[in-house]
């Protein structure tokens, strides 16, 4: 069984490509705040109960479960493509940029520590898991 089948590492890991995708749109937003004509652009957040949703009604085809205490294995969904939005932060100047440093900063800053918190939630799920199985702690 690999990783992805498993539902709450498959949720975390689509959580942190998310916030990787973010980070990548925030920096063309830091880096275009001296172009003039610029607009901030930023990710639709992500649907928790879609994703859920979406995680949890796929099923491997290969496993069945024989057990009732036993947990089904779903596959992993595929690579997501995440909508971008414009977003402008402040009413334009003359020059037509509208990006404010300052509050994309602060959301730089919160996805650093969304993805952060998301990968340590997968490190420990995986250290659980070795335990489990006898291969020892992270």
Same mark, same amino acid.
């Given at each position: 069984? !690999? $990783? &992805?089948?498993?539902?709450?590492?498959?949720? +975390?890991?689509?959580?942190m490509s998310w916030l990787s995708k973010r980070q990548d749109v925030l920096s063309q937003n830091v880096a275009g705040a001296d172009v003039p004509g610029y607009t901030p652009r930023d990710l639709k957040p992500q649907d928790f109960e879609k994703t859920l949703r979406s995680t949890m009604s796929q099923s %491997?085809? @290969? +496993? $069945?479960? #024989? *057990?009732? &205490?036993?947990?089904?294995?779903?596959s992993s969904s595929a690579q997501q493509n995440y909508e971008v939005k414009d977003t402008p932060d402040v009413a334009a100047p003359p020059g037509g940029n509208s990006v404010s440093l300052?509050?994309?900063?602060?959301?730089? @800053?919160? #996805? !650093? %520590? !969304?993805? !952060?918190?998301?990968? *340590?939630?997968?490190?420990? @799920?995986i250290g659980m898991m070795k335990t489990a199985i006898g291969h020892g702690g992270a």
């Open positions: 069984m !690999q $990783t &992805n089948d498993i539902p709450l590492l498959s949720m +975390l890991k689509d959580r %491997a085809a @290969a +496993l $069945t479960v #024989t *057990n009732p &205490n036993h947990i089904a294995a779903v300052e509050s994309e900063m602060i959301k730089v @800053a919160d #996805t !650093q %520590a !969304q993805y !952060q918190a998301a990968a *340590n939630l997968y490190a420990k @799920a």
